[in-house]
């Protein structure tokens, strides 16, 4: 899904991106949607909050950017994103209420053909019920974008590139299962979003414990900076307001959403991926560049090499990857089995 959004956005950056090899250095959206897909890993597969936390730690330890000031404000805001969400959904979840044999799966690779050409990819959660003949896929989502059922956010969904692939991977694994009915239905694929935040430590207010900080008489700016220093936020201040935000007053951050599509829109849609897949694998086509695509999701990271004011080997914001696909490196994979209501790992 990743190389054929690539490829609609812009023919030349998949070349950049799935020919050539090269990618940008990790942004921060980046590290905390994959941060919070550990947390919510660590959920599915029935894990506590204390674990999960546990698990999210973990994931950081290899990564000294998580160890700066902007890495430990950005681990404080995940960390809230996860208490907000087991607050709001362990007790009582309707998509993880299983009576009968089901099995979870997190990070689920996959791999099928379709029309000669081969999908592969991992799915976030996949949910199969073997004695209905079910299969469900949960797809995490973490967005800076505020976020409503009905909103535009979601109108894209019934035929989006990665729900159509996930949807027909999930159906694959159904079929494969020799419990399952002849003729299933079609998977379900659910938006799971989490609207983060943009907030970090500072003054605080009266409704904080705070005073209003402004210039005295005769105060110089040295006295100034201190009283600020001495009203601004704590981390500790900071990560308690986060969590008090996501786990009590505002569980609206957290909206689950049922793609809706048809089996004839589903064929319909994979059967216009495959056409332009075929289109990607035609040298002449890559050398395309949609220009009106350079400032989408924040700017291409390849605009220097397309303008001729960089290369590729040579830049500071790209690196060279052995494997264009590192996301599927044959970990995850785990799962746990539910056999009436009791769980086995």
């Known amino acids: 899904a990743s190389s054929i959004n690539a490829g609609l956005q812009c023919p030349k950056l998949y070349k950049f991106k799935y020919v050539d090899g090269y990618r940008a250095e990790g942004s921060t959206p980046m590290k905390v949607g994959t941060l919070v897909h550990k947390g919510l890993e660590a959920y599915w597969l029935g894990k506590d909050l204390s674990n ?42 309707p998509l993880r209420t299983f009576i009968q044999s089901t099995t979870v799966w997190t990070e689920k690779e996959f791999e099928f053909t379709w029309a000669d050409v081969t999908f592969k990819g991992k799915l976030d959660v996949l949910v199969i019920g073997h004695e209905l003949g079910t299969a469900r896929v949960i797809e995490h989502k973490t967005t800076g974008t ?45 938006y799971d979003v989490i609207e983060t935040s943009r907030s970090a430590p500072k003054q605080k207010t009266k409704a904080m414990g705070g005073k209003s900080v402004k210039r005295r008489k005769n105060e110089t ?30 569980s ?16 319909d849609r ?40 960089g290369r590729l080997d040579d830049s500071t914001k790209l690196v060279k990857l052995e494997n264009s696909h590192p996301e599927l490196d044959g970990k995850g994979n785990n799962f746990v089995s539910f056999t009436d209501g009791h769980r086995e790992y």
Not at 52 to 58: G, I, L, N, R
Not at 234 to 249: A, G, N, Q
Not at 252 to 267: A, L
């Open 221 to 250: 700016d040295e006295e100034l900076a201190a009283r600020k220093e001495a009203n601004h936020e704590t981390i500790k201040e900071f990560e308690d307001r986060m969590i008090e935000t996501y786990e009590w007053h505002d």
């Open 252 to 267: 609206s951050k957290y909206i689950r959403h049922e793609v809706p599509c048809t089996m004839m829109q589903h064929t």
């Open 52 to 93: 999960a936390v546990m698990d999210m730690q973990d994931a950081c330890m290899n990564d000294e950017w998580w160890q700066s000031s902007d890495g430990l404000v950005a681990f404080l805001k995940c960390r809230a994103y996860i208490h907000g969400y087991y607050k709001k959904y362990s007790l009582q979840d």
């Open 146 to 190: 505020a976020i409503e059922v009905g909103g535009v956010y979601f109108d894209r969904l019934p035929m989006d590139v990665q729900c159509t692939i996930y949807r027909q991977a999930a159906l694959e694994i159904l079929m494969e299962d020799s419990r399952t009915p002849w003729d299933p239905e079609l998977p379900e694929v659910h």
């Open 270 to 309: 994979l059967t216009e991926l495959v056409e332009y897949v075929k289109l990607l694998k035609n040298k002449e086509f890559l050398e395309i560049r949609n220009s009106t695509a350079c400032g989408s999701y924040g700017g291409c990271s390849f605009v220097d090499v397309c303008l001729g004011r």
